[in-house]
């Protein structure tokens, strides 16, 4: 589903390097520019964001879309800033990070449909399924690290991930290629692919007509 609205996920491997203060910061900049505005806290598994805003129990978030039948409209929560909203995963329950792949396209459609000229996604760490798909919402993306050596190795870790999860879903109706790049059964995976080069090589080796669109 295309859409105008300018989306920028903010991700990285690692927590505590800052993403939800670039996060905040950013959207609020933005709004004070003249633009509509939605924050949207992207940790469905330890949602804090709203604390940066000064919200001490946001009445709603996303838990309450699934399971209380909220109007889309009724998640978007007034910051007293202009121009800016907010919506809150509000996922702080065990479990509650372990969202259905059925549930994460609802909610990027969700997104995709709001009324914004621009939303920032503040995405919790790591590489699983369900934050790689929110960062790839959109080909404009912002990557958080630190200068330390855990965190610039994670970064190349979620990167890599990243691209790798694009083209898994690129090449879903190409078995012998998907194997590739999906690494989540081990068992029917190609393991020995685990960087671009290789990609590149291997996929020219099963089908050369993909490698153009690949790179």
């Known amino acids: 589903m295309s859409t105008s609205i300018n989306i920028i996920p903010v991700g990285g491997g690692k927590g505590g390097v800052g993403k939800s203060i670039v996060s905040t910061n950013l959207a609020v900049g933005i709004a004070l520019s003249g633009q509509k505005v939605v924050l949207i806290d992207g940790d469905f598994g330890a949602s804090n964001l709203h604390a940066l805003l000064g919200i001490s129990h946001p009445p709603y978030g996303f838990q309450d879309f699934f399971l209380n039948s909220k109007s889309p409209d009724s998640l978007l929560i007034e910051t007293g800033i202009s121009n800016l909203k907010f919506i809150s995963s509000a996922g702080d329950n065990p479990g509650s990070?372990?969202?259905?792949?059925?549930?994460?396209?609802?909610?990027?459609?969700?997104?995709?449909?709001?009324?914004?000229?621009?939303?920032v996604l503040d995405l919790g760490p790591g590489t699983s399924f369900n934050v790689l798909d929110f960062f790839n919402i959109s080909l404009q993306s912002i990557v958080m690290s630190s200068p330390e050596m855990t965190s610039v190795m994670k970064t190349f870790s979620f990167v890599r991930s990243a691209l790798f999860r694009r083209i898994s879903l690129h090449l879903k109706n190409l078995p012998d290629l998907q194997k590739l790049v999906d690494h989540s059964h081990p068992s029917k995976t190609d393991v020995e692919t685990f960087t671009v080069d290789t990609l590149r090589e291997s996929v020219k080796q099963v089908d050369d007509s993909q490698n153009e669109q690949i790179n």
């Open 97 to 119: 990070a372990n969202i259905d792949p059925d549930r994460v396209k609802k909610i990027i459609s969700f997104i995709k449909k709001l009324k914004a000229d621009t939303v």
